[in-house]
């Protein structure tokens, strides 16, 4: 588990052990971090705000809401704003809405602590965070199955694969320059020859990510593309099958579309 820092979100605090207690509540402006918790610690720490500057719970083993979202801490700030902090596909989102006091702010906290629960959210506002400076590192996931270890011949292989039918889909995430992904999945006929793959690209660019997709059934120039991403960094240039779309906007709605599944469940349940 990759432990999480309030101040950084996808950090790592260096020199730590993994924990593997449900939450941690952490306090001190960050400095003061607990496994031991309970309703009078929230409550006595969201209490002491001002001199605490923030307060964090965070859930351990995250609450998964649907496939490829989960969410894993609430953070309480002395300006009184709540942020919500969310994973979908590996990428990092909050939703954050202000005015909070003391009391609303510890109703919260201790009904996250108590039942993973989470309020109605339909108007609060869902950021985008990118993930803080870190060595040149890449990850490869192949349904569902992560890579420990992999090289460029691996994820070439990944897509070939997806091409003969044996996986269904890759997901791709590199760190060059501003960083980004590539996610290529298999749909359609089973025919090797007839097989369509949709293609999903975004690069992390700065001050708006870019992002563009396809549906492609020559898989020749997809393994062109791929080969000079992994090996050369080079990355795809749009052509006019390529249809750019508002990354920002696109994770935004996919957060707030989780959130109402996982509204519907509960009201299901009950």
């Known amino acids: 588990m990759t432990r999480f820092n309030p101040k950084h979100p996808q950090g790592k605090y260096p020199g730590t052990a993994t924990m593997k207690p449900q939450y941690v509540l952490i306090t001190g402006n960050g400095e003061e971090r607990t496994s031991h918790v309970t309703v009078p610690k929230i409550m006595k720490a969201v209490y002491e705000i001002d001199s605490n500057k923030y307060v964090t719970l965070e859930k351990c083993c995250p609450v998964r809401l649907v496939r490829e979202a989960e969410f894993f801490a609430m953070s309480f700030y002395r300006d009184s704003h709540i942020a919500v ?11 954050v809405k202000s005015g909070f006091s003391c009391e609303a702010a510890a109703d919260m906290m201790c009904d996250f602590f108590q039942s993973a629960g989470l309020s109605d959210m339909s108007d609060w506002t869902c950021e985008e965070l990118n993930p803080v400076p870190r060595k040149s590192e890449s990850s490869l996931s192949v349904d569902g199955e992560d ?33 980004g992904y ?17 293609v999903e690209c975004v690069r992390w660019t700065e001050p708006t990510p870019t992002g563009y997709r396809a549906v492609i059934s020559d898989v020749t120039p997809l393994r062109n593309w791929l080969w000079n991403l992994v090996d050369g960094r080079k990355f795809p240039d749009p052509t006019p099958e390529w249809e750019s779309f508002d990354v920002t906007d696109y994770f935004q709605r996919l957060a707030f579309r989780f959130l109402d599944e996982e509204d519907k469940l509960d009201n299901d349940e009950r």
């Open 182 to 198: 590539i996610n290529i999945r298999r749909c359609g006929d089973d025919s090797i020859h007839t097989a369509k793959y949709k």
């Open 85 to 95: 902090y969310f994973r979908v596909r590996k990428k990092v989102l909050r939703m």
């Open 147 to 179: 890579f420990r270890y992999f090289g460029s011949a691996d994820v070439v292989a990944a897509l070939e694969n997806i091409i003969d039918g044996k996986s269904v889909w890759m997901l791709y995430d590199f760190t060059c320059e501003n960083g």
